[in-house]
């Protein structure tokens, strides 16, 4: 399968603790998005990046949330002292974005369902 | 205001019915425009991208309205398989592609 991964798929966890999450995107894609969706609610963007530089964070990535990209290949999405707020499924997505013009489709991954109890 | 609005449905029709939904976005100067399909469960897809000049793919049919801020699709000899929800989805002028996403609208076909 050479689609978007992500790992775990489901997570529970107890408020307070810390959960990290991993995201594999589609191989050569240099642009790997993080999305956040509650129930009833579409996606929300949270962070991009453009390889290994984190370029753009929502207003909605407080600083309990931090993600990485190291050498521009899969991501990471941590959250620390889980609140019960924070749970919803957490959506990966990547592209291949050639120069700024043109729409580039963005593939996601299956998500990870995250449960904070 | 939220900047992407649906009506959350859901929309319940039988198989062979013509739908269509609806949304309205509240940033004059976004750039692109598209609809998702998002199974239950699983993740969102792209459906369509949809232009002022209107587009049609199958039996999907999308169409923008700037002046009005208004994006459109209509699904003709609607299919079991049809039943989903509808992610209307638009790209701000932000200078990077990022989708924002109405709540989308729920469509379940009856036999």
């Known amino acids: 399968d050479t689609g978007v991964s992500q790992d775990p798929r489901h997570k529970i966890t107890k408020r307070g603790q810390n959960v990290t999450f991993r995201c594999d995107p589609i191989s050569e894609h240099n642009r790997l998005y993080w999305y956040r969706q509650t129930l009833g609610q579409g996606p929300e963007f949270l962070t991009y990046f453009q390889n290994e530089a984190q370029l753009e964070k929502s207003r909605l990535l407080s600083d309990r949330f931090s993600a990485e990209r190291p050498k521009g290949s899969f991501s990471t999405l941590e959250i620390q002292r889980t609140e019960q707020g924070d749970s919803a499924m957490y959506l990966c997505a990547s592209s291949l974005e050639l120069g700024q013009g043109n729409f580039y489709e963005q593939y996601f991954g299956p998500g990870t369902r995250l449960t904070v109890t | 205001r939220k900047e992407v609005e649906q009506d959350p449905g859901p929309f319940n029709v039988p198989e062979g019915a013509t739908v269509a939904f609806n949304c309205t976005y509240s940033?004059?100067?976004?750039?692109?425009f598209f609809w998702y399909r998002q199974d239950c469960r699983k993740e969102p897809k792209l459906l369509m991208s949809v232009y002022s000049s209107g587009n049609e793919d199958g039996r999907f049919t999308a169409q923008l309205n700037r002046a009005s801020q208004y994006i459109s699709l209509l699904i003709r000899d609607s299919k079991l398989s049809d039943s989903a929800t509808y992610l209307c989805?638009?790209?701000?002028?932000?200078?990077?592609?990022?989708?924002?996403f109405g709540t989308g609208t729920r469509l379940l076909v009856s036999p």
């Open positions: 940033n004059s100067a976004s750039q692109s």
């Open positions: 989805v638009v790209i701000p002028n932000t200078g990077f592609q990022k989708l924002v």
